[in-house]
């Protein structure tokens, strides 16, 4: 006899009651979104929100052309494109997500010949998801790992070579972190060179940050305005260099970009872009204020923040406003850190093992910055000096029997992940955040990618990317 099913409270609204629950805390965000909780978006964008229900449209009135939409779209783009001084911009409204795919899909999508696509190993999912859509082959360069806060800085040049038969590179920079390599180094002549800069939208608004990847002889960028900048969730923006190029990514972008486009998106972005250009210098104060917590946070023995130093020569440059700190002199690993933190009112962006990281941003009070400041000092303050115990980070150098895309297509089946080793992988396994995957499907499952899994899962780290969410089991090819 069949069970019958419970029915469910159709009058309840789990998703709406969460959110409602986390502002009526009163928590501080460090985190993404970049305009805090509505405090940084320009006055325009903020009229909307009056009464935002009124301007979720799929309408528009234009002096010229009337209702089409695409037309005030372009306009706002062409202004995006001026600031950034690029040959054409374009707004997206499913995160960087849509851009890096688009940008696989112009330039290494598998058209009899395999395509070969040089990346970091510290690359994103989303990156590897368009790997999968494309059918392009990877090339891992791995970065560098700083043993003490266990966090991956980036690749070297001189370990960034161009393989024969490369197609192209898929450059980070920066990455999550806020660590920049020497891009110029590492652009390649002659082939394809696309960034991952979804951390560096707002590099170009000081000089006193490094310079934004734009700078360099490269192909096209993909930026998240939402991260740092007061653009809504969702939203990012890409940028083109040369005319040659706009085409194929134009035509990438109709492939993934929805036909259904939300207004309010698009006009955070439009927003976003008309604050920073008509509010020069703000970052540069924000900048002041960051390196004076920064100063004042190195003055307590218990935390340590993470600063490029003579043991980083591979890290050319770094963003002030990505702050890593570390409470593992007291025994705190990063997640009971940012445990502790939630408690006094403040959410970082992210945990990791060994530290947690802040994003900074001008709309950030001198209260904001005072409030994370006296957090850290209480959370360590009566806590005896003690030992962590950590297992020291890296990135498992890992045998491809397939291509990303021959992997997830092909047939698989669910084995326990303790049974796994030496079978080949059909998903992903990514601690989320930050999103990077331990492996890949097409890698052979190992001892240390078990090993890695198991410390995650202990820790408490959200694991994505299978099936099987505790992370007990894994689908293999077979």
């Known amino acids: 006899m069949t069970k019958k099913k419970q029915k469910l409270n159709q009058k ?13 805390k009163g928590i501080v965000p460090f985190h993404t979104p970049g305009h805090i909780q509505g405090r940084g978006i320009s006055k ?34 062409k202004l995006l494109a001026d600031l950034y001084q690029v040959e054409r911009s374009f707004f997206l409204i499913n995160g960087t997500t849509e851009g890096l795919h688009a ?57 960034w070579n161009k393989p024969r038969h490369i197609d192209g590179a898929f450059h980070l920079y920066p990455n999550y972190y806020g660590l920049c390599q020497n891009l110029e180094g590492q652009v390649i002549e002659g082939v394809f060179n696309l960034v991952d800069e979804a951390h560096g939208p707002h590099l170009k608004f ?72 008509n509010n020069p210098g703000r970052w540069d104060k924000a900048l002041d204020r960051v390196l004076h917590l920064r100063d004042e946070l190195k003055k307590i023995p218990e935390v340590s923040v993470f600063e490029p130093d003579g043991n980083h020569p591979e890290i050319f440059s770094y963003d002030p406003f990505k702050l890593v700190v570390s409470s593992s002199k ?51 303050g009566n806590r005896k000096q003690r030992e962590l115990s950590t297992q020291a980070f890296f990135y498992p150098n ?27 992988s059909a998903e992903m396994i990514v601690p989320y955040p930050p999103g990077i995957p331990l492996i890949m499907p097409g890698e052979e499952i190992t001892k240390e990618v078990v090993e890695l899994t198991q410390y995650y899962r202990d820790l408490g780290t959200k694991l994505r990317g299978l099936e099987d969410q505790n992370a007990e089991y894994i689908r293999v090819v077979f």
Request: aromatic share 8%; glycine share 4%.
């Open 12 to 24: 309840e609204t789990p998703f709406i009651s969460s959110i409602r629950g986390y502002v009526k």
């Open 44 to 77: 325009s964008f903020a009229d909307l929100f009056n009464n935002p229900l009124l301007y979720d449209l799929a309408e528009v009135e234009h002096p010229s052309s009337h209702h089409d939409y695409e037309v005030a779209r372009r306009e706002a783009e």
């Open 103 to 159: 940008l696989l899909i112009a330039f290494f999508s598998d058209k009899g010949k395999k395509k070969t696509v040089l990346l970091p190993r510290n690359s994103h999912r989303s990156i590897v998801d368009g790997l999968i859509l494309t059918g392009a082959k990877p090339i891992w360069v791995y970065p560098e790992i700083d043993t003490q806060f266990g966090l991956a800085t980036v690749c070297k040049t001189s370990n």
């Open 206 to 277: 000081s000089e006193r940050l490094p310079k934004t990847a734009l700078d360099f002889d490269i192909t096209a960028s993909v930026q998240s305005a939402h991260k740092i900048l007061p653009a809504l969730t969702q939203s990012s923006w890409l940028h083109v260099k040369n005319k040659k190029d706009v085409l194929a990514i134009e035509r990438a972008l109709g492939l993934v970009e929805s036909t259904s486009p939300n207004f309010l998106l698009w006009a955070s972005l439009d927003g976003a872009r008309a604050q920073e250009a």
């Open 330 to 380: 007291v025994g705190l690993n990063g997640f009971e850190f940012r445990d502790e933190l939630r408690k006094r009112g403040i959410m970082p962006e992210l945990a990791e093992a060994n530290f947690v990281l802040f994003i900074i941003t001008p709309s950030h009070t001198d209260q904001d910055l005072e409030l994370l400041k006296w957090a850290c000092k209480d959370i360590v």
């Open 398 to 424: 890992l045998k491809a029997h397939l291509t990303p895309r021959q992997a997830f297509f092909a047939e698989n089946k669910r084995v326990a992940l303790q049974e796994a080793r030496g079978l080949i």
